[in-house]
């Protein structure tokens, strides 16, 4: 059973700041490439969209882990008592491209913390902004949300849906190797990626869970690919349903007057996260 949440406490951690710094290196890039495709990455001369997720993880000790293989809560992020921590989504802004070789700077801050009552229980979201700096100029300007929620909460009932397919569709075989590498390029711990009776024992998820971030990164990609000569100037996505590893994934594009409309769907066609793309 999940401890009382005590919301004064936690918005104490609003305002909340911190800054880590790495360089955007030629090896960081290709693996990067390696994990996502080549044939996504429409601009040689620029580091690939969303490569800023792979730089200055939080880097901590074993003993400074929690449970689900995260940093223990309390340090930047709140300790929400909630077990389950997942990634719902978020808006990034592009403002110029980052390079092979920029030192960049990621400056976070905590901007809210709300607590909601849901057909699934309680549910804290943690609204943390990001500055991502090159050159001396903001590079990227980032939301990210982050929800809580209890261990039962695990598999909603679903709702059925006409699958769909976009205009343009991408397939991923959403393999564990997949999963593996981009744990490793974001220096990502938790074990719901990567530990399958850890997500299925503990988590109650049928599988190990594809990367929301991944899943965006995707969409991302596609949507600079289509693109062709105009760059992308804002992305907004946001998580629907988890996807699962073992089967084969589509990402889709539909266009927009001013952009893409774009999804993830399973291999039953079941959206799992969705965005839009603006030039």
Known sequence: MSQAIDMNHLRGWIGRKEAQVETVTPALIERFEATIGHGLHPEPEAAPLAIHWCLAPQAVAPEGLGPDGHPARGGFLPPVPLPRRMWAGGAMTFLRPLKPGDVVTRRSRIADIVHKTGRSGELVFVTVAHDIIAGGEVAVAERQDIVYRPMDAAKPSPVPVEPRVGVHSISVDATTTLLFRYSALTFNGHRIHYDV???????????????????????????????????????????????????????????????????????????????????
């Open 197 to 279: 009776d850890y997500a299925r024992s503990e988590e109650g998820y049928p599988g190990l869970v594809v990367h929301g971030p991944l899943q965006a990164t995707l969409m991302l990609h596609l949507a600079a690919k289509l693109a062709e000569a105009r760059p992308v100037a804002t992305f907004d996505y946001r998580g629907v349903s988890p996807l699962f590893h073992g089967a084969i994934f589509t990402v889709n594009a539909d266009p927009t007057e001013k952009g893409f409309d774009l999804w993830c769907a399973d291999h039953q066609g079941r959206t799992t996260m969705q965005a839009t793309a603006t030039f």
